[in-house]
C-alpha cells in the first residue's frame, strides 16, 4: 500500500447517536487491523453526538476526522454516505451505523479476503442480529440473538449477479446491513454515488445492489458485526410503516424496487426470478388497504361497519389482510422460483452446514463439538434412542451422513461404519471429523435409493431427517431392505405435519429450517407408517417436544405432537 494513505477507511455517519456512538468508535478502536481511518459525518446532529465525535478526534488527530454538510444541515443517510465516500483516502471501504459494533477481527478478515483475491470487489461476513444488548430481551423469544449470513456457499468467489438474486429471493437472508460488507474504492469509482432521492432509507441497499450487480463478492461465515436491534432504529421504525400506504417508508420500498428493476435492465441483465419477485412486491404494495387513496378510507369503513371501531382495530385488520396478501404473493412467487431446474443434491451441497454455531473454523475440532452440542441440545432423545455400544463389531450404514456427527459417534463405540450422502460438501466434513476423531469409515457419494452396496451387508441402517427431502423416499425405503440383513434394524426420522412445531411456525410466522428445500415434506403418522410397510415391524414414536423435561423416558415417545416422528423398523 501506499505511504501515508490507510489501508481501509471506515465510514460512520450519525444523527443525535449519543446513545451509542462511544461503543460503535471503541469497536473500532479495538480492531486487530491497524492500518485504517475513521471519518465520522455528522449528519446535523443536536444532542451530544457531536461533542463525542469532537472528543475521539482531539484524541485521535491522524486517523479520526469529523465531516459535516455546509451549515451542518441534516441531508439525510445518503448525502453522509456518499460524504464520508468521497472523503475516504483508503483503498478498501468499510461502514459501520453508530448504534452497532465491530468484533475486533472484522477488518483484518475483510482485507485478507480483499487482498488474497484481487478480482473480488465486495466482501460480505454474518452478522449477529444483536438483541441481548438489552438485557430484558433474553426472556423474549422472538428478541433472543440470531446470526444472519446470505444462505449461498461461503468462502468462495461468487460471480455477479447471482449473491443479489440469491439475497434477494432466499427467505431468511435478507440484505446484509452497511457494517457487514466492505468494498474496494476502485469499484466504487465503477458504480458510482448512491442516489440522494433514497434520503433517509435503502441507501445502503442501492449501493449494495449496485457493486453485486457488478463485481464477484465473497461471503464469509465469520459472525463480524454486532448488529444493534431496537425500536428508535431506523430500520425497526420503518418496518411497520412499510404497509401504510402513502407513509415515507412505503413510498421509499416502491423506489428502492422500481430502481433495481429499471436498474438491472439499464445493465442488460437477464434475471427473470429478480423480476418476478420485484413485481410481486410492488404487486402486494399496491394492494395495501388505501393505496392511492387518502387516509379518510379507514374511517369510511367504520361507517361501513354500521358501528363505531377503535382505531387500532382497524389498523389491525388491515395488517391482516397485508398479511394475507402478502402469504398469497409469497406462494406465487416462490412456486416460480422452485420450479426452476434445482436437484436435491444442489441444495444440500450448498446448504449443509449454513448454519453457524461457533467462532471455530469449518473443519476445526471446535467448529465439530458446537456443532454437537447442538444436535443434542436440539433432539436430546438420541442417546436414549440408540446405544451406540450394542452396535459394536457390527456393519452401520448410515444414509444421509451430513457432517458425519452420528456415524462417528458410532465407530467410536465399536461399529464398523459406511457412510452414504449424495452431497460432496457432506462427505468433506464427515471426512474431516473422521480424521480428527481418528476413526476408519467408507463413505460414498450416492443416492439413498440407488445403494451401491450388496445385498444383506448391514446389521443396521440409521436415516434420520432424509426420507423429509428425498427425490425418492420409498426407494431408499426398499434399498434399506435390500441391504439390511435377515435379523438386520433401520431407524427413520421424519418431521410431524400435526406437531407442536407446525402450530408454532405458522402462529407467529417464522420459517422452519430448510423448509425452503426441493421437495420437502411432512408426514403424518399413517403417511409414515405406509411408507414403511416394506418392513415385517415397526415402531413409530414422537420425540422432541417442547418442554421434553415434563415427559421424562418413553413417556415422550408416547405423546403425540412431538416434531420428531421417529420409526425403528426389523426386516423380518
Avoid at 478480482?119 to 430481551?137: C, D, K, N
Avoid at 463439538?369 to 443434542?376: C, G, K, N, S, V
Avoid at 420437502?520 to 414422537?542: D, H, K, V
Avoid at 417442547?546 to 421424562?552: A, I, N, R, V
Wanted: glycine fraction near 8%; proline fraction near 6%.
Amino acid at each position: 500500500m501506499s505511504p501515508g494513505i490507510p489501508t481501509v477507511s471506515v465510514i460512520m455517519p450519525f444523527l443525535n447517536a449519543e446513545r451509542f456512538m462511544v461503543e460503535a468508535v471503541d469497536s473500532v478502536l479495538a480492531q486487530t487491523f491497524s492500518d485504517w481511518e475513521l471519518l465520522l459525518i455528522d449528519d446535523g446532529s443536536s444532542d451530544a453526538s457531536v461533542g463525542i465525535a469532537m472528543d475521539f478526534a482531539g484524541r485521535f488527530p491522524d486517523r479520526i476526522r469529523i465531516l459535516s454538510h455546509p451549515g451542518r444541515v441534516n441531508r439525510g443517510t445518503a448525502a453522509s454516505r456518499n460524504l464520508g465516500m468521497a472523503a475516504a483516502r483508503g483503498h478498501y471501504l468499510a461502514f459501520l451505523d453508530s448504534d452497532d459494533a465491530y468484533e475486533p477481527r472484522r477488518l483484518a478478515r475483510h482485507v485478507s479476503e480483499f487482498e488474497r483475491d484481487p478480482g473480488v470487489g465486495v466482501v460480505i461476513s454474518a452478522e449477529l442480529f444483536w438483541h441481548s444488548w438489552e438485557p430484558t430481551a433474553r426472556f423474549v423469544p422472538e428478541h433472543f440473538d440470531r446470526i444472519i449470513v446470505p444462505a449461498v456457499v461461503t468462502d468462495r468467489r461468487i460471480a455477479p449477479p447471482a449473491l443479489i438474486v440469491g439475497t434477494l429471493i432466499t427467505r431468511g437472508a435478507p440484505l446484509p446491513s452497511p457494517g457487514s460488507f466492505s468494498l474496494r474504492a476502485s469499484a466504487l469509482k465503477a458504480v458510482g454515488d448512491v442516489p440522494e432521492a433514497f434520503r433517509l432509507y435503502y441507501e445502503d441497499q442501492v449501493l449494495l445492489c449496485k457493486l453485486l450487480l457488478s463485481f464477484p463478492a465473497k461471503v464469509l461465515p465469520d459472525c463480524l458485526l454486532r448488529y444493534r436491534q431496537h425500536l428508535t432504529s431506523i430500520t425497526a421504525a420503518n418496518a411497520p410503516l412499510e404497509r401504510m400506504p402513502g407513509s415515507a417508508a412505503n413510498r421509499a420500498r416502491m423506489q428502492f424496487l422500481r430502481w433495481l428493476r429499471d436498474y438491472a435492465a439499464e445493465l442488460g441483465l437477464k434475471l427473470p426470478e429478480l423480476m418476478v419477485w420485484i413485481e410481486a412486491e410492488l404487486d402486494a404494495l399496491a394492494s395495501l388497504p388505501g393505496a392511492g387513496e387518502p387516509a379518510r378510507r379507514f374511517i369510511d369503513l367504520r361507517a361501513l361497519a354500521g358501528r363505531t371501531m377503535p382505531r387500532p382495530v382497524l389498523v389491525k385488520l388491515a395488517g391482516m389482510r397485508w398479511r394475507l396478501r402478502q402469504r398469497r404473493t409469497r406462494r406465487r412467487v416462490m412456486h416460480y422460483i422452485d420450479s426452476r431446474p434445482r436437484t436435491v443434491r444442489d441444495y444440500w451441497n450448498e446448504r449443509i452446514d449454513d448454519t453457524k454455531l461457533s467462532e471455530h473454523a469449518r473443519g476445526s475440532a471446535g467448529y465439530y463439538a458446537a456443532h454437537d452440542a447442538y444436535r443434542l441440545a436440539k433432539s436430546g432423545y438420541l442417546p436414549r434412542l440408540i446405544d451406540w455400544r450394542a452396535w459394536a463389531g457390527r456393519d452401520v450404514l448410515e444414509i444421509g451422513c451430513g457432517a458425519g456427527l452420528d456415524l462417528v459417534r458410532a465407530a467410536r463405540a465399536g461399529a464398523r461404519i459406511t457412510g452414504v450422502d449424495l452431497a460432496p460438501a457432506a462427505l468433506e466434513l464427515t471426512r474431516g471429523y473422521c480424521r480428527l476423531a481418528g476413526v476408519q469409515a467408507e463413505l460414498i457419494e450416492a443416492d439413498g435409493a440407488r445403494l451401491p452396496c450388496a445385498d444383506a451387508s448391514f446389521d443396521l441402517v440409521y436415516c434420520l431427517g432424509v426420507l423429509p427431502f428425498a427425490d425418492d423416499p420409498a426407494g431408499i425405503v426398499a434399498e434399506t431392505v435390500r441391504v439390511l440383513r435377515p435379523d438386520g434394524a433401520a431407524i427413520f426420522m421424519v418431521y410431524n405435519r400435526r406437531s407442536w412445531m407446525n402450530l408454532a411456525t405458522r402462529l407467529l410466522r417464522i420459517p422452519l429450517g430448510h423448509g425452503d428445500a426441493p421437495q420437502f415434506r411432512r408426514y403424518s403418522r399413517a403417511e409414515f407408517a405406509a411408507l414403511l410397510r416394506p418392513f415385517a415391524t415397526c415402531t413409530i414414536t414422537g420425540e422432541r417436544l417442547p418442554c421434553e423435561s415434563l415427559f421424562p423416558g418413553r413417556v415422550a415417545g408416547r405423546i403425540a405432537g412431538g416434531w420428531h416422528l421417529i420409526a425403528e423398523c426389523r426386516r423380518g
